[in-house]
């Protein structure tokens, strides 16, 4: 999570507010795409699409300091005036400061457009003395900047206009794109920090952006502890902790579309070492002490786009962005399934896999092959492949009478080893029910075509057309229905009860479980981590949405814990 602060009252008689004609009308659009599938830590803005971002520098010794915002003013076509943060520039000598405008490459000297001015006057918010809240400040400029394609302001917001929750904005700067505070490493022991320590900060020489979303103040205050004051800050984040300001982005604008102009409604402050949607600093997770990895966060981050233009039935997924996922194979059989790796108190390993009853009720347990780590079946010898044999089957004892309670757990000969490739995925905890339009990933090797998917249906009788299998893993974004919705006799000639099932699909019938699938996790962002809610039973058949069937994870967090020892708080594993 990023903190900012409101673009406070320090408008005074020196400035305009609103707008004048100018202001948030940039000549090149910056880019703005509310789609949640985006580069790591923000992409290359288009040049010059943000006018109103200032770079703030010494002429000698550290060269960049920090970035800054130009701000409107009554002088006609120019301005003097450059909004950042108080922290920037409370201890830096006037005549070594400079503050460069309408930049977009760094390493050009002689980049169009720019243009080079000193600061004759740092004025600092009286009240940040005595609190470092009211992290602002105005520069006043020796020489005003000139509005041009390449200069110009960013709208200001009205006094107490605020910005509704879930509202995308943009930020931008040369900060670090990766180390500094992003994702820096944490040393624990028991729930107390021992150290942080940053990775390498890695700086780009162009200009970044990315999309990021407000969040509420009750979250925001728990990420940030006591430093939050929800009268002066804000706070927002992507549901992946990936986005977010870094070294050298304080001062920077966080600009937000309002009637067609882009408009400064806060500037950045500061970064959350221990907010949860930056998961490998989650104060959530006991995993990362001792060395442990932790669950629900792979190294390659899965495709999560909420468009509904996408290939029928599913895309293929950025090799091992499921980490979590393995695939089921009989030996001697040609049965397949799949199953999830569920974390334990193994340390840095698991020997347990949740997956579907009736994928493993008629296998004897030396028939069975459970193979992890692994993207592209055709591939023999691909790199990060895991596979063992099982040593027992545990299938939970109401299955037999009621086959709707279909889950079950294998445990392994051999423990998977955690790394790149495979990892657990969390667990919901008990009773953690999903809203129903909530957006969730499925992935597997099951069919993209033929078996449970669009048969044809005559005379209430149902024909499968010709299955076909892919070799690489394949996944697709399914939206959660109601259990009202759900338990329509006429959708699952399995039948559907709300106590252990949940169900999810698309408004086409494209998207779903198929042959092979069954034993999937239903994974869904939580707190920043991909975390499983349902595991694949069925689909129907005589509805046209063809919606999939889950066993609801929230309703089984009893079982799970009772073979693993994986406690139930929040996403913790404790290590007994």
Same mark, same amino acid.
Not at 141 to 166: H, M, R
Not at 203 to 219: E, F, G, H, S, Y
Not at 360 to 377: C, N, P, S, W
Not at 393 to 417: A, E, H, M, S
């Given at each position: ?131 470092? $809240? ?26 107490? !206009? ?15 794109? $990766? ?106 997770? !006991? ?47 040609? $049965? ?166 949940? +169900? ?19 994974? +869904? ?52």
């Amino acid at each position: 999570m990023t903190k900012f602060d409101t673009v406070p009252t320090v408008a005074s008689r020196s400035f305009k507010v609103n707008d004048d004609g100018i202001c948030g009308r940039p000549k090149y659009q910056p880019k703005f795409n509310v789609s949640d599938n985006r580069i790591t830590g923000g992409e290359e803005a288009i040049p010059h699409s943000h006018p109103w971002i200032a770079f703030l520098s010494l002429t000698h010794g550290r060269k960049f300091v920090c970035g800054g915002v130009v701000l409107q003013s009554h002088e006609k076509n120019v301005t003097s005036y450059v909004l950042t943060a108080a922290h920037c520039v409370k201890n830096i000598n006037l005549a070594n400061l400079i503050v460069q405008a309408g930049s977009h490459d760094l390493t050009y000297n002689t980049e169009r457009g720019k243009q080079v001015v000193t600061v004759s006057r740092i004025i600092i918010s009286d009240l940040y003395m005595t609190n470092y $809240d009211h992290d602002y400040a105005v520069l006043v400029l020796s020489s005003p900047l000139k509005f041009t394609d390449y200069v110009i302001p960013a709208c200001l917001s009205q006094e107490l !206009e605020n910005f509704p929750l879930g509202s995308k904005c943009l930020i931008a700067g040369w900060g670090g794109i $990766d180390g500094g505070i992003y994702k820096p490493v944490i040393r624990k022991s028991g729930r107390n920090v021992k150290s942080i320590s940053s990775r390498y900060l890695v700086l780009p020489k162009t200009l970044m952006q990315a999309v990021i979303t407000i969040i509420d103040d009750n979250n925001c205050s728990n990420a940030f502890f006591a430093s939050y004051d929800s009268a002066i800050n804000l706070c927002a984040a992507d549901a992946m902790g990936v986005i977010g300001i870094n070294n050298y982005d304080s001062g920077g604008p966080l600009v937000c579309l309002k009637d067609g102009l882009w408009s400064l409604h806060g500037m950045g402050v500061s970064r959350a070492f221990f907010d949860s949607t930056q998961p490998s600093a989650s104060n959530n997770s !006991e995993q990362i002490k001792d060395g442990n990895l932790e669950c629900g966060l792979p190294k390659y981050q899965p495709i999560y786009e909420f468009s509904e233009n996408r290939v029928t039935a599913g895309v293929e997924a950025i090799p091992h962005s499921h980490p979590w996922l393995v695939f089921i194979t009989s030996k001697i059989k040609d $049965d397949k399934c799949g199953g999830a790796i569920l974390p334990s108190r193994e340390r840095n390993s698991s020997s347990f896999i949740l997956t579907a009853a009736h994928c493993i009720f008629y296998l004897r347990k030396e028939e069975i092959m459970v193979t992890a780590g692994m993207h592209d079946q055709s591939l023999n010898n691909e790199i990060g492949r895991q596979s063992a044999d099982v040593k027992r089957r545990v299938i939970n004892i109401t299955y037999k009478k009621n086959k709707g309670y279909d889950y079950g757990i294998l445990i392994l000969l051999q423990p998977l080893k955690f790394n790149d490739y495979v990892k657990p995925i969390c667990i919901c905890k008990e009773r953690e029910h999903l809203m129903p339009g909530t957006k969730c990933l499925i992935a597997g090797w099951g069919a993209i075509d033929g078996g449970a998917y669009k048969p044809i249906i005559k005379n209430n009788t149902i024909t499968r057309r010709q299955t076909v299998f892919p070799t690489v893993l394949m996944q697709t974004v399914l939206a959660v229905y109601s259990n009202a919705y759900c338990a329509n006799a006429s959708f699952f000639s399995m039948g559907y009860d709300s106590v252990i099932n949940l +169900c999810a699909g698309d408004d086409l019938g494209e998207k779903g479980v198929n042959n092979a699938d069954s034993g999937m996790p239903l994974v +869904c962002l939580s707190e920043g981590l991909w975390t499983m809610y349902g595991i694949a039973r069925g689909r129907s058949a005589f509805f046209p949405k063809q919606l999939s069937l889950f066993i609801q994870i929230a309703s089984i967090t009893r079982f799970i814990n009772f073979y693993t020892g994986y406690l139930m708080q929040g996403k913790t594993v404790s290590y007994l």
